[in-house]
Structures are given as C-alpha cells and as structure tokens.
C-alpha cells in the first residue's frame, strides 16, 4: 500500500473504534462523561408541597379581605425547618415561620414573604391576602416520578449532576472511560530529568503521552518506557492485553518506528496503514492487536503532539460516546506561508482571539526543539496538498489544540 492521505487515515482509525459498553459510577466520576441509558425521576420533587421563600405559610381563609388597611393577626405555631418531617396543623388562625424547603402541609395553603407581614409578641400582622399555592411549590410540580430526565448520550457537566442529586441519584450508568496502554520505546530509555537527560527520548515520550491521555479524558495505562528491542516491545504489547487502545511511540526520528512494528507483525497484528502522505507524520501508522486499536506515532515532540491532536483525541473522543467535534475554525493569516506542494501540512501555529474573530501566525520551525508552552503554541494551521503559497491577510482552516 502506498502513502494514504489524511482523510483516508481518519477514516480507517474512526471506522475502528467501537464506542466502549455501560459502567456504573457515581455522580461526581461521572463529570465529563456520557450517558449510557436514559435517567427518569425516581420520585416526585419535591416530594411534599414546599415553600419557595422565607415568609409565613397560611392559610388562606384566615387572611381573607386582609390588606394594609385592614390587617389580619395570627398567632404564630411555630417554625418548620427545611428538613423537618411533614405533621398535620389542626388549629386554625396560626401561621408558622417557613424557610426555602420548609413543607407546607394541609389546611395551610400559601406562604406570605416576610416584606409583607410584621411580627410583634408572637403576632403576626398582614397586609396582603395570599392566595391558595402562593409562594408554594406542589408535590410533584418539577418533576413526577418515573418522568424523563436525560437521554442516552447527554453530556454530564455540574447542572446535571446538580439535578440528579436533588432527586436522591447516586449514581448513573455512563459509556466506559477508554483505558488507553502508554507505551515509549526508543534508545536509551533514560529517565526524565535523570543523568543522562536530554536523551532518553523514550521516558520523556512516556510523560508527554501520559498527560495528554489524562489531558483527552482517558485512563492511561503505564506500560514504561522499554528497550528498543523487538522481544521488550512485544512483552510491553502484550501486557496490555484488556485495555482499549495502545498508544506507543517509536524513536525521535520517522525511522524510529521499525522496531515496534516489527513486533506487532510478529504477534499477529494488522496494520491498516504505515505510510501516509501529510506532514507531520510520514510513518504514522495505524494497527490492530487482539481487537485493540494501536496508534504508532513517530517519537520527536512535534509528531506526538500533532498527531496526538489528529487521530489519538478524536478516537477517544468516539470511544466515549461523545459526538463528533466540527472544530477547525476560520482565522486571518498574520504572515505570508511558503510550503512545498505534494503533501497535505499541520503546521504549528500560534492562534490569537481578535475583536473580529481568530488571527494565526505560523511557525515554521518549532522553537526550542519543540518543548514549548501551550501558550506559545495552540494550533495547527492547515495547508491542503496542492498548495505552495499562502498570502498573509487570507482566511485558512486552523485545528486548534486546545481551547483558545
């Protein structure tokens, strides 16, 4: 097979990768995540008829024709705290003191705000005549039980955990959080920071992956950073045996990933693709082993986080149920952009918010070998295979990296 183009590349990885099964979990574990099922109301909320202000709940025939002329007094029963259980007043011409929550039960009928009501030696003056379900909210006016909440697929954020938790929902039944196998190899496998750094591209690769897993919202799987040798790689790959995905990096050069495709030959694997025709990432390739995806990424930082960006987030993104993202956005060249033509190019670009929209300012040399700041660079602007030369003040796609 020769170089496959980014659109085809996309289409094989995304046609690969299933949407994970349903897994109980709590509320909070659930924040940035997706339903699996349909959640209904367990119960009526609220649950008993229920204040909706601090005032004085009533009963309406006994302030009837009261008004700041004419003021009604009851003598005050008592207060009932939000949480107190529900009893049954018998006396009429009382009030009791209510709070947001408190229960309004029956003969009282309506809640006067305390704006509207003064007390003096346990008496309450009134100068308004409430009507029946004044300030009250009825049993079952926000939602009935076994009434429809969210759908299959809704996005978790704090609203919806805010919502099920005022029904008593513990937990929810999400789509499963990808468990993603890291793996880097390369020569030497030195530690970060440790003697030797500098040159152990395969224990920093290793970093830089893990985060961006966790970054992408998956559970990464540490597989260490491993000789590169074609019997380490292959006992790291099968490890990971049971996870979602494998992620693994070769060398800092595109040459580097010989080795680990070698040994996933020799396990069996498929490899769908090895060489492709857009910049970074000539020999990106895609497999499959034992049902899992494998994403092989060239190792230099440049072709992690670009290709990071284009293939590995996305899948992620699919694997938990998440929709698709239509995220490249439109943005105002700040320079002129010569490229060669034949190859379709994601070229690291610092992308700024304007009072009109998005402006871009291409890099055509990573600065400081690629170990930059997200602040420094945020995007990849995108050149289509045939073109050679992009005027500053043209409007081009930008992918971004993160959000701008």
């Given at each position: ?61 006994d302030?009837d ?15 009932i ?21 408190s ?33 009250v ?41 990808p ?88 396990l ?13 990432g ?63 190019k ?59």
């Amino acid at each position: 097979m020769g170089p496959i183009t980014y659109d085809e590349a996309k289409a094989l990885v995304l046609g690969s990768i299933p949407v994970l099964g349903p897994e109980k979990t709590g509320l909070l574990e659930s924040l940035g995540r997706v339903l699996a099922r349909d959640v209904n109301s367990p119960t009526d909320l609220p649950a008993r008829d229920m204040s909706t202000a601090d005032g004085w709940a009533v009963r309406c025939a006994d302030l009837d024709g009261s008004n700041r002329n004419s003021q009604a007094a009851l003598r005050i029963g008592g207060e009932i705290q939000p949480d107190a259980a529900a009893f049954l007043p018998t006396e009429t011409g009382i009030c009791w003191k209510v709070h947001p929550g408190s229960a309004v039960p029956r003969p009282l009928d309506a809640v006067v705000e305390g704006a509207e009501a003064s007390e003096k030696h346990g008496i309450v003056s009134f100068s308004c005549a409430p009507r029946p379900g004044d300030r009250v909210a009825a049993r079952g006016s926000y939602f009935r039980k076994d009434e429809f909440l969210l759908g299959k697929g809704c996005a978790m954020r704090a609203a919806e955990v805010n919502l099920l938790s005022s029904l008593g929902i513990e937990s929810v039944e999400a789509v499963g959080r990808p468990r993603v196998a890291v793996v880097a190899t390369g020569s030497p496998a030195v530690e970060a920071g440790g003697e030797g750094a500098g040159s152990g591209f395969a224990s920093v690769n290793l970093q830089h992956l893990l985060a961006r897993t966790i970054e992408a919202g998956a559970r990464p799987v540490n597989m260490g950073a491993v000789r590169d040798s074609r019997d380490a790689i292959a006992g790291a790959l099968e490890r990971a045996r049971g996870c979602d995905a494998i992620l693994a990096t070769g060398g800092a050069s595109d040459e580097g990933l010989g080795t680990l495709k070698a040994a996933l030959r020799g396990l069996g694997a498929e490899i769908l693709f090895e060489e492709t025709n857009f910049r970074p990432g000539r020999t990106f390739a895609f497999a499959r082993f034992g049902g899992m995806p494998v994403f092989c990424i060239p190792g230099s930082p440049k072709s992690i986080a670009a290709l990071f960006r284009l293939f590995v987030w996305p899948s992620i993104q699919q694997m938990s149920g998440k929709p698709p993202a239509d995220d490249e956005i439109a943005a105002i060249l700040e320079k002129d952009l010569v490229t060669q033509p034949g190859t379709m190019k994601f070229i690291f670009s610092k992308l700024t918010r304007t009072v009109t929209g998005y402006s871009v300012l291409p890099m055509r040399d990573m600065p400081k070998g690629g170990f930059v700041t997200s602040d420094a660079v945020n995007a990849l602007t995108i050149v289509p295979e045939d073109v050679a030369y992009l005027k500053s003040s043209l409007e081009v796609s930008v992918l971004p990296l993160h959000e701008v």
